[in-house]
């Protein structure tokens, strides 16, 4: 899940929603979405997880899956995809057929009050800072790729300049002869 503290970081955020055409609740009041910190926002290229909500869930298979959507009401999707504007790209399955929608916007987050992660305060949002396209989700992911291996690579190289170097505390040991007297 995305980490967004100090002053102000959670206003004015460049997000991306993903938005699935079967996502809707049954009831169709609400539809679930996969709100997303733009990788290109300033505060995108460090965070190895950019999804605002993430869950971890054991299926009954036994193997272990992440949510990532939480649910908006269809007034708060609509005042998402105004504020995108013709800032979108439609998701495609592998046949070619339309599934879904990425939209571009920019907004404040905030904790969310049920459940966990962060949701977007719909009454904030403006047209982003950046334009989707259909490599935007591919970029998403190499970015979270990428910081997740910067994040190994410096807890490698810490583990290495922590650990004693044995074969230098051995040739530092020097012996002294006692002085003799007489």
């Known amino acids: 899940m995305a980490l967004l503290k100090g002053p102000g970081a959670m206003t004015g955020v460049n997000l ?6 079967k996502g809707f609740t049954r009831d169709r ?3 679930y ?8 926002d300033l505060r995108g290229p460090k965070q190895t997880n950019l999804h605002l909500k993430s869950d971890r869930v054991q299926g009954e298979d036994g193997k272990v899956r992440y949510t990532n959507g939480a649910p908006y009401s269809t007034r708060q999707m609509e005042e998402i995809a105004e504020a995108a504007g013709p800032n979108t790209e ?4 592998k ?3 339309e599934i879904g929608t990425i939209y571009g916007f920019k907004g404040n987050v905030m904790p969310a009050t049920r459940g966990t992660g ?5 009454k904030s949002v403006e047209a982003s800072e950046f334009m989707v396209d259909s490599r935007t989700l591919d970029r998403q992911s190499a970015s979270m790729r990428a910081a997740r291996e910067a994040q190994a690579a410096a807890r490698e190289s810490q583990a290495r300049t922590s650990a004693p170097e044995t074969g230098r505390e051995q040739a530092t040991e020097v012996e002294v002869d006692q002085p003799t007297i007489g």
């Open 16 to 21: 991306i929603a993903i938005a699935y055409k």
């Open 29 to 31: 009041t609400s539809q």
């Open 33 to 40: 979405a996969d709100v997303q910190l733009d990788a290109r």
């Open 90 to 93: 439609p998701i495609l399955d």
């Open 95 to 97: 046949d070619g057929n």
């Open 118 to 122: 962060l949701v977007v305060n719909t």
